[in-house]
């Protein structure tokens, strides 16, 4: 048998173990959907457009079409989400007394917005010309900046979404969350 076929073999092999074995997880996740605590249950159900800011900029997104505009739009849902990131913390902080909790979440929330500038960094030099040095000399394609803020938003939502799942699900002792956005999205109207 050739070098070829055998790679071939193995790869086909792995996919089907792949394969039933994401579809048995997903059996047994369903089965015991029922039994579940409460926080699993939610975390399983939430969609990402399950919140006000992604159904407030659905249609922006939708509709944006120039370079300026997308970068209008991206930059909104960022401060939007940046917004919400903010008040969450700002929340969590209330179910706790003592200086060090405190802390903390201080800590949490300033390494967390450190990893998501690095990964809006990483997103930016994948639009970058990199046979240049980074500099005044690096071109960017068109789509720099939008990826970038949007590779921001995208992290804080997923942090807000995933805090929201863990300590504000129906039972528990923080109660539910309210968001804080009650916008109406990026209102490319006033950009025409």
Not at 6 to 27: E, Q, R, Y
Not at 33 to 59: C, M, R, S, Y
Not at 77 to 100: F, G, Q, S, T
Not at 159 to 172: C, W
Request: hydrophobic share 35%; with cysteine.
């Amino acid at each position: 048998m050739s070098n070829a076929k055998i790679v071939s073999f193995i790869g086909v092999t792995l996919f089907t173990l792949v394969v039933s074995g994401c579809a048995a997880t997903n059996a047994i996740v369903n089965s015991e959907e029922e039994n579940a605590p409460p926080q699993i249950v939610k975390a399983l159900q939430v969609k990402t457009d399950d919140n006000p800011i992604d159904q407030a900029f659905g249609e922006d997104f939708e509709t944006a079409s120039a370079t300026t505009e997308i970068n209008y739009v991206a930059n909104a849902y960022l401060e939007a989400w940046e917004a919400e990131w903010n008040h969450i913390l700002v929340e969590l902080k209330k179910h706790y007394e003592h200086p060090d909790d405190i802390n903390t979440l201080t800590k949490y929330k300033n390494s967390y917005e450190k990893f998501v500038e690095q990964a809006s960094d990483l997103e930016r030099i994948d639009w970058s010309d990199t046979s240049v040095a980074p500099g005044p000399d690096r071109t960017e394609g068109t789509g720099a900046r939008s990826a970038s803020l949007l590779e921001e938003a995208e992290l804080l939502k997923r942090q807000v979404l995933h805090l929201i799942d863990n300590y504000f699900y129906d039972s528990s002792e923080y109660g539910e969350y309210i968001y804080l956005y009650q916008g109406n999205g990026a209102e490319l109207d006033l950009l025409r």
